[in-house]
């Protein structure tokens, strides 16, 4: 399957905690990547691998995994992380890249 | 500074072509596996076509292939995408990224982590 899900919309209070989760059955093989891109700007990697961060995210961003499930969560939540999120893989075949539809975060 | 900059894009009628560029710098381009990805206007992201460092390997997404050609010219550190065909539903914003890649125990894992600003293409009559 070449699909990954994800909720379309989710809203966190100011430094609460939310969880962004993706979908599909290529996360029982790879794991997923997460993009943050906000309005007008090009996305930036923010999850890699089992749960890194490149240089320079902060550490409220974590990622996880189990069964066919990918997760981002965002621990105290601040206003500038609102934005769209994507999750990506590599498909079954390992041959396409796919993205999650995305998940915009509202932050209250 | 690692930095991508796309360019090449416009308007162009349907059925028509376009060849757009991706130049890198900062970092040896030649050691990177590359993707294209789009955006088309209040949509998700989409992948495009991917690269290999060599480019012995390529991919293509089942909407663009046939019609687009991915290739790399490593003494220039450039990435390409010729587009031919265009449709409507190619309109989007162009981005190159980088493309790492890891294992962890049976578990592999691919990342773009530098990504251009992208390139806006607009397909119309």
């Known amino acids: 399957s070449s699909e990954l899900t994800q909720d379309p919309a989710v809203s966190v209070a100011l430094g609460q905690t939310v969880r962004i989760t993706c979908q599909g059955d290529s996360l029982r093989s790879y794991y997923a990547s997460w993009y943050q891109q906000k309005p007008g700007q090009a996305p930036v990697l923010v999850i890699y691998g089992k749960n890194n961060r490149p240089s320079g995210i902060p550490d409220r961003f974590s990622g996880s995994s189990s069964g066919n499930t990918a997760s981002l969560t965002i621990t105290g939540a601040q206003a500038e992380d609102e934005a769209d999120y994507y999750c990506?893989?590599?498909?079954?075949?390992?041959?396409?890249?796919?993205f999650g539809g995305g998940t915009k975060l509202t932050v209250l | 500074e690692v930095q991508l900059v796309e360019s090449g894009g416009g308007l162009v009628q349907p059925g028509g072509s376009l060849r757009l560029s991706c130049a890198a710098s900062g970092f040896t381009f030649s050691s990177y596996e590359m993707n294209w990805v789009r955006q088309a206007p209040g949509k998700g992201l989409e992948w495009v076509s991917y690269i290999s460092s060599s480019g012995s390997t390529i991919y293509y997404a089942d909407s663009v292939k046939g019609r687009f050609t991915i290739s790399r010219d490593n003494a220039k550190n450039s990435l390409y995408l010729q587009m031919n065909s265009l449709r409507a539903e190619d309109t989007a914003v162009y981005y190159c990224?980088?493309?790492?890649?890891?294992?962890?125990?049976?578990?592999?894992?691919?990342?773009?982590?530098?990504w251009g600003k992208g390139t806006t293409v607009t397909v119309s009559s």
């Open positions: 990506n893989s590599r498909d079954s075949s390992g041959n396409l890249w796919v």
């Open positions: 990224a980088t493309v790492n890649s890891g294992s962890y125990y049976d578990y592999y894992y691919y990342y773009m982590d530098v």
